[in-house]
């Protein structure tokens, strides 16, 4: 299985800052990588798919990066409502789609 | 607006097996061109994608759960189905269903609210 190693595990910051939170994958998965932010007691929601591309209604303030085995999830500048965990996950079915660990992101 | 919504029993004793539906609206499930799939979430710990299935029958599954894990697609009651069969205490977790983007893309747009099921007797 491509094994997929996001860091921090946690990380705490204000509202207004920028952050950036990192997946590493085991080997090389080309731009098939996705991130997801889930609040506590609700389902994961889609913020990046491609490695890159914004599905329609997530706030710009999202940006993904990276290829190969180094992706970034960047939130440009932090909003309340954007403190929860995010997870990174590969999109290539063979032999197993999986998941990072998960980053929990909390207000300083 | 496409919804998923999960229904089966919150309860099932040790050795027996678990099924769970989701229920799609809004959308038609024969309509093809998605993956129609589970994910399930320990308490407290991350995301395990279990698998997936597709109107024309076909299936794939995670390799840890292919013994134990069935996949189904009813077009007539626009519903898919899970059946883990043997389950214990670590099948213990939410239990999500999920469909994907369109054209082969596994990352998956639209959730169910999950389904909390606990293994005890």
């Known amino acids: 299985d491509i094994q997929l190693t996001q860091s921090p595990s946690f990380l705490s910051a204000s509202v207004g800052d920028r952050v950036t939170i990192t997946c590493r994958a085991s080997q090389v998965i080309s731009n098939y990588l996705a991130w997801y932010q889930q609040k506590p007691g609700k389902a994961p929601k889609l913020l990046i798919y491609a490695a890159s591309t914004l599905p329609r209604g997530v706030p710009s303030r999202f940006s993904g990066s990276g290829s190969g085995t180094e992706f970034t999830l960047t939130i440009s500048s932090l909003q309340p409502e954007d403190f929860a965990t995010y997870y990174c996950q590969q999109l290539n079915s063979y032999p197993s789609i999986t998941f990072g660990q998960g980053t929990r992101l909390e207000i300083k | 607006q496409v919804l998923l919504q999960e229904s089966g029993p919150g309860l099932v004793n040790p050795s027996q097996t678990l099924s769970l539906s989701c229920t799609v609206s809004g959308d038609s499930i024969s309509s093809g061109g998605y993956y129609w799939t589970w994910l399930r979430q320990q308490p407290g710990k991350g995301l395990e994608w279990m698998g997936y299935?597709?109107?024309?029958?076909?299936?794939y599954y995670n390799p840890s759960l292919q013994s134990r894990l069935s996949i189904s697609v009813d077009g007539s009651k626009n519903q898919f189905s899970l059946r883990l069969i043997s389950v214990t205490a670590a099948d213990t977790a939410v239990y999500y269903c999920?469909?994907?983007?369109?054209?082969?893309?596994?990352?998956?747009?639209?959730w169910g609210q999950g389904k909390m099921v606990s293994v005890s007797s």
């Open positions: 999920a469909k994907s983007l369109p054209g082969g893309v596994h990352a998956f747009d639209i």
């Open positions: 299935g597709f109107y024309s029958g076909a299936s």
